[in-house]
């Protein structure tokens, strides 16, 4: 069984900054594609930020130049630096992972619980 276990949110005051980490855990699997996406009350989830396996890295218009996102492939870590933090930031942030278990000829999308960020004075 893979995991993904998110960390780092929590209140912050606008302007401020946040560090979401992601940990996959499990035996004998593959990851490709990461990614950040977040729910805002009320709303659709939203993809944040996404990042391949060799770098190549994609983000929302609102969030682009913000929030960099970054990858550790030795420690099956993600990560999200949220830098200039508004108010309409604030959702649960959760972990998105494409994963091939070792022996499986199948690739499927793994979800953190997520964390929730709340940017407010």
């Known amino acids: 069984q893979v995991q993904l276990v998110e960390s780092g949110g929590g209140l912050v005051q606008p302007g401020g900054s946040l560090r979401l980490s992601c940990a996959a855990s499990?035996?004998?699997?593959?990851?490709?594609?990461m990614g950040w996406y977040r729910q805002a009350p009320g709303k659709q989830r939203e993809l944040v930020a996404t990042?391949?396996?060799?770098?190549?890295?994609n983000y929302a218009d609102s969030v682009r130049g913000r929030f960099p996102i970054s990858r550790d492939n030795a420690r099956n870590r993600v990560y999200l630096q949220m830098n200039s933090l508004k108010p309409e930031d604030t959702a649960v942030y959760y972990c998105?992972?494409?994963?091939?278990?070792?022996?499986?000829?199948?690739?499927?999308?793994?979800w953190g619980r997520g964390t929730p960020v709340t940017v407010s004075s």
């Open positions: 990042i391949t396996s060799d770098g190549h890295t």
């Open positions: 499990g035996s004998r699997f593959r990851i490709y594609n």
């Open positions: 998105n992972a494409d994963i091939e278990r070792l022996g499986e000829s199948i690739i499927a999308g793994y």
